[in-house]
């Protein structure tokens, strides 16, 4: 028995030796991945140390450049402000230019019109516009410029391009930039100027040129009177000239006609042209008018031209024209007006 109870406590030892090496065994497994776990746990725990400051470090940027988009935002809308105040200012100051240089304008316009007055004051006319002739000569005309409505009238056919038929016929062909300055017709141009220099201040006036019709020298003044004022109307009719092209034959019937448009009726009357009509009230389309054609039609025109009004006559003669002079000058006495054929300098 004693035997047997040591077989059976040896038996036990040998049992429970052999269970304790296996728990040993899995105590230290369980330590070695509890080690491990740990080791995770704490590298997680670093890692979302790292995530947390990282986090921090976004947010804090992300309020400074909130902060300074704010502050963006606020220099933005500044400069907005100031650059409208800016356009107030530059407005408000383009405004005070305007109105101080149409203020200048009108000072000098006031100066040249009180000099033109003190010009006048100075033994110089009534004149309102100044007329620089070539030359120092003086010439005695007899025609003098006066009236309360003055009517003007210009013949722009193709005669007045030059004196003789043969330039007439070259002239005609050319460009119109040569027309204009061909020398009768730029000595005819002179005329009006130098009239124009002589209507009195107060005096209204009328400009027209004619060939087959007659038109009026300032565009949509037709039938009107036009103050003379300080001169800038007539200064325009003039450059208005220059640019007339003379063309076509001449109608003193569209001519006279212009009187009637005009009301009250003009009550001095200064006529430029060069010799006797090719035209009648309608177009002639034929070749050429003899002479005494041509002085009845300067006669059936004359029907058209009412009486007691002086007609002043300037004639730059034509060569195959011989009963032109007769004939104007004629009508320059009939109407006791002045007949004038100026020489090839004047005025």
Request: net charge neutral; hydrophobic share 40%; with cysteine.
């Amino acid at each position: 028995m004693a035997c047997g109870f040591g077989a059976v406590v040896l038996f036990f030892f040998i049992i429970n030796h052999s269970a304790e090496v296996r728990s040993d065994e899995r105590n230290r497994e369980l330590l070695a991945e509890a080690a491990r776990l740990e080791q995770q746990v704490l590298a997680g725990a670093k890692h979302l140390v790292s995530l947390r400051n990282a986090m921090r470090e976004t947010q804090e940027q992300q309020a400074v450049a909130q902060g300074r988009s704010h502050q963006v935002i606020q220099k933005i809308e500044q400069a907005k402000i100031q650059l409208a105040k800016l356009d107030q200012e530059t407005l408000a100051r383009q405004q005070h230019v305007d109105a101080l240089t149409t203020d200048l304008k009108s000072l000098e316009e006031q100066l040249k019109r009180l000099e033109r007055m003190i010009a006048a004051d100075d033994d110089q006319g009534n004149a309102i516009r100044s007329f620089v002739g070539e030359g120092d000569r003086q010439y005695l005309t007899g025609l003098k410029v006066g009236g309360e409505r003055i009517l003007i009238l210009i013949d722009a056919s193709a005669s007045m391009l030059d004196d003789t038929i043969v330039n007439i016929i070259r002239l005609r062909n050319m460009p119109d930039a040569q027309k204009v300055t061909a020398p009768k017709w730029r000595r005819a141009v002179s005329t009006v100027d130098w009239i124009t220099a002589q209507i009195p201040i107060g005096s209204r006036f009328q400009i027209y040129t004619f060939n087959v019709d007659a038109t009026p020298l300032l565009k949509g003044t037709a039938g009107a009177w036009q103050k003379a004022e300080d001169g800038r109307r007539l200064s325009q009719a003039i450059e208005n000239l220059r640019q007339v092209v003379p063309q076509q034959g001449t109608s003193l019937h569209g001519a006279f006609s212009v009187i009637k448009t005009l009301s009250p009726r003009p009550d001095t009357i200064y006529l430029l042209t060069d010799g006797l009509p090719t035209q009648g009230e309608t177009e002639m389309t034929e070749g050429t008018v003899s002479g005494e054609a041509r002085l009845k039609l300067f006669q059936s025109a004359l029907r058209n031209l009412p009486l007691g009004i002086p007609v002043n006559v300037i004639l730059f003669p034509i060569e195959g024209d011989p009963m032109a002079a007769s004939a104007y000058w004629q009508l320059a006495q009939v109407t006791r007006g002045s007949f004038l054929s100026p020489s090839r300098d004047w005025p």
